[in-house]
Nanobody, 120 residues
Framework: QVQLVESGGGSVQAGGSLRLSCAAS?????MAWFRQAPGKEREGVAA????????VYADSVKGRFTISRDNVKNIVYLQMNSLKPEDTAMYYC????????????????WGPGTQVTVSS
């Protein structure tokens, strides 16, 4: 079974940047990032296909976040720029052997999460 471990979370001021990493124990088709803020439902942030790097993004992060992956090391990254206080959440890495979509139920494997806090 695939195991995922996130890293790179932390606290930053609005306008700053962070890069999250997620290491997978083996190769898997689609890898994605979700986030959950206190009192809110978990939402998809970005997902990346294994091939040419095709990715999908939530509208709220387009132009600010970039997802990428290293298929040799089985690591997926989330570069987050121009961070806003509303980006504050627990960020989770997820993986599925199926096609990529920002739909929580599509993912079978989840990491424990890493906290991102953006202050104004």
């Amino acid at each position: 079974q695939v195991q995922l471990v996130e890293s790179g979370g932390g606290s930053v001021q609005a306008g700053g940047s962070l890069r999250l990493s997620c290491a997978a124990s083996t190769h898997i088709n689609c890898m994605a990032w979700f986030r959950q803020a206190p009192g809110k439902e978990r939402e998809g942030v970005a997902a990346i296909f294994p091939g040419a790097g095709k990715a999908v993004y939530a509208d709220s992060v387009k132009g600010r976040f970039t997802i990428s992956r290293d298929n040799v090391k089985n690591i997926v990254y989330l570069q987050m720029n121009s961070l806003k206080p509303e980006d504050t959440a627990m960020y989770y890495c997820a993986a599925t052997p199926r096609a990529c979509a920002l739909v929580e139920d599509s993912y079978e494997t989840w990491g424990p999460g890493t906290q991102v806090t953006v202050s104004s």
